[in-house]
């Protein structure tokens, strides 16, 4: 064990995409618990778009984090020592201690991980936020039937795969829309979509929609926002419903982007489109762990991890996931299990 | 009786804000009910903002009305000879022949009108499809619950000064949208909204409503979209929903409208915006249609109606519409009753 800790602050307020520079490495002493806490050794962090806002010192649904705070985000862990009698020494927990290598976490903080259902770093994945995400906001907001047709955007990505893989489970049509060949490939050969376009190929959005969704788009499920959607907007069917789960495309906007207006074609379909975050479905994480660790088991869900290691790029990391570089899930390896 | 019928066409696919040269007025053969058939005397036509997009040669959800066709629309007036055993002279029929004086319809076509109830004017109005389209917009899109606030744009309009009234006896403070002084005196004084406010007073309405909904905005019912929409948006609580019922900002663009991405919000708010078209509800019309009719006789609810005396009037009083000159629903009387 080092004598120190070492943590990501975030050095000033990003302007645009963020640059490392943004970011600084600092050491601070190691942390000691008190009674009733636990010590953890991270394992896995997690960059994911959100953070993006959290950054950018705007009001949102989470406090901001300011130059000079400790980066925050999703992390999984063991436990080191235990002064709580729920935890004890090697324990896995899933927490929200931050972009640190140690942790003094309260004893009741974040939960514990099963490494039996999957190993630990897929309780940020596929496990964790991405896949309670990607389940709750299709099967919950979209409610998508058999026989539909789904669309994602970012479909080869850490919501967007799930996303595709679990509306393919419920018996429909989906189509993907990434950002590169290798994506394409991933979702059609090992995700088993049934279409799938590269939105870098043309702007003509409206064209690959059309030939990848011949029966139009009944559940629209976005990560993405921008041009892509204005055309998935203008081919939904009767009662569709688009999922607003993520918006990447503007996180980095310095100005207030602008697009078409076409709230109309909500009326005209008689559909629903509506935002959510994962957190209105926290006490129902154990139904959607257990259905997607089934799904896991039985090979009708697959995953990837994109994995960086080293806490020190843990900015360049997240920074890739602005440029697309990353297949699945974005994850930077603290300290190797 | 006259020898003719006499009826509006559309004479040009109009650009922009329509002009009375887009229609004429023609006169044609007394039409003769057959067997099956009654012959109707229309009292009153309805104009609405809808027919702009039928009239723009735009696949909606309608066949669109061509250069040559007649004028679409809803219609009340009386069977003045009947050749089907369920309907009698006299009767009124509430129905959809169209901007003409005199129609053979079927003898199934549209519905019996109570003029117990009210007069049958109404039947276009507040107990015909802008009432139900309030109510069922209000109430099975938007779910106010008692105590929430409601922002409504075009608020002194024929759908707005229905939804406006009933979201006040639901319980719900409520907020109203309009475009003139004589217009805010009236849902203030008249329909007893307990804010509103001028849009063309300022550009300012993020602060106009914040004014009037000093708590946020838990529904927005939306008859008109742009800029006022935005700023709505911005300003809507956790779990808003948002009712998109018309966009009559837009409807007569001659090149698409463009406006800031908000989409985020929906996110970090967990809202839903939901577009519908009343002819989802239509077998739940006797519900609705009572329930309004009580609510009129107990003095709950008001109605206004503007009226333009003269089928030749018809284009002027459908252009007037996208001036704002009308309170309430806006009605052309074809024959005095």
């Given at each position: 064990?080092?004598?120190?800790?070492?943590?990501?602050?975030?050095?000033?307020?990003?302007?645009?995409?963020?640059?490392?520079?943004?970011?600084?490495?600092?050491?601070?002493?190691?942390?000691?618990?008190?009674?009733?806490?636990?010590?953890?050794?991270?394992?896995?962090?997690?960059?994911?778009?959100?953070?993006?806002?959290?950054?950018?010192?705007?009001?949102?649904?989470?406090?901001?984090?300011?130059?000079?705070?400790?980066?925050?985000?999703?992390?999984?862990?063991?436990?080191?020592?235990?002064?709580?009698?729920?935890?004890?020494?090697?324990?896995?927990?899933?927490?929200?201690?931050?972009?640190?290598?140690?942790?003094?976490?309260?004893?009741?903080?974040?939960?514990?991980?099963?490494?039996?259902?999957?190993?630990?770093?897929?309780?940020?994945?596929?496990?964790?936020?991405?896949?309670l995400?990607?389940?709750f906001?299709?099967?919950e907001?979209?409610?998508?039937?058999?026989?539909?047709?789904?669309?994602?955007?970012?479909?080869?990505?850490?919501?967007?795969?799930?996303?595709?893989?679990?509306?393919?489970?419920?018996?429909?049509?989906?189509?993907?829309?990434?950002?590169?060949?290798?994506?394409?490939?991933?979702?059609?050969?090992?995700?088993?979509?049934?279409?799938?376009?590269?939105?870098?190929?043309?702007?003509?959005?409206?064209?690959?929609?059309?030939?990848?969704?011949?029966?139009?788009?009944?559940?629209?499920?976005?990560?993405?926002?921008?041009?892509?959607?204005?055309?998935?907007?203008?081919?939904?069917?009767?009662?569709?419903?688009?999922?607003?789960?993520?918006?990447?495309?503007?996180?980095?906007?310095?100005?207030?982007?602008?697009?078409?207006?076409?709230?109309?074609?909500?009326?005209?379909?008689?559909?629903?489109?509506?935002?959510?975050?994962v957190?209105q479905f926290v006490?129902r994480?154990?139904?959607?762990?257990?259905?997607?660790?089934?799904?896991?088991?039985?090979?009708?869900?697959?995953?990837?991890?994109?994995?960086?290691?080293?806490?020190?790029?843990?900015?360049?990391?997240?920074?890739?996931?602005?440029?697309?570089?990353?297949?699945?899930?974005?994850?930077?390896?603290?300290?190797?299990?």
């Amino acid at each position: 064990m080092t004598a120190f800790n070492r943590q990501i602050q975030l050095a000033a307020k990003p302007f645009g995409v963020p640059k490392e520079s943004d970011f600084k490495l600092v050491e601070s002493p190691m942390p000691e618990p008190a009674e009733g806490q636990v010590l953890v050794r991270t394992n896995y962090l997690t960059v994911d778009p959100y953070m993006r806002g959290l950054i950018s010192g705007a009001k949102s649904y989470q406090k901001p984090v300011r130059p000079g705070d400790l980066m925050v985000g999703g992390t999984v862990g063991r436990v080191i020592k235990s002064r709580t009698p729920g935890r004890k020494e090697g324990d896995v927990v899933v927490g929200y201690w931050g972009w640190q290598e140690y942790a003094a976490i309260s004893g009741d903080h974040g939960h514990l991980f099963d490494t039996k259902l999957a190993p630990m770093s897929t309780g940020l994945g596929v496990l964790g936020m991405p896949g309670l995400t990607a389940y709750f906001g299709l099967t919950e907001i979209g409610k998508p039937k058999a026989g539909e047709t789904v669309l994602v955007t970012s479909a080869a990505g850490a919501v967007g795969s799930i996303v595709g893989q679990i509306a393919k489970i419920i018996g429909c049509r989906v189509a993907g829309c990434a950002g590169s060949k290798e994506k394409i490939d991933y979702v059609l050969g090992e995700l088993g979509l049934d279409a799938a376009f590269n939105y870098k190929d043309t702007e003509n959005h409206l064209g690959q929609i059309r030939e990848a969704c011949p029966a139009g788009v009944d559940v629209y499920f976005d990560n993405v926002g921008g041009t892509v959607s204005d055309a998935a907007l203008l081919k939904i069917n009767q009662g569709a419903r688009i999922v607003l789960c993520g918006q990447i495309d503007q996180y980095n906007a310095t100005e207030m982007p602008t697009g078409p207006r076409l709230l109309f074609q909500l009326i005209i379909k008689g559909a629903r489109m509506e935002g959510f975050l994962v957190n209105q479905f926290v006490d129902r994480r154990d139904e959607a762990v257990r259905k997607l660790a089934e799904w896991l088991k039985s090979g009708r869900l697959k995953y990837r991890e994109t994995i960086t290691d080293g806490i020190e790029n843990a900015p360049k990391a997240f920074i890739g996931l602005f440029k697309g570089e990353n297949i699945g899930k974005q994850l930077v390896r603290v300290a190797k299990e």
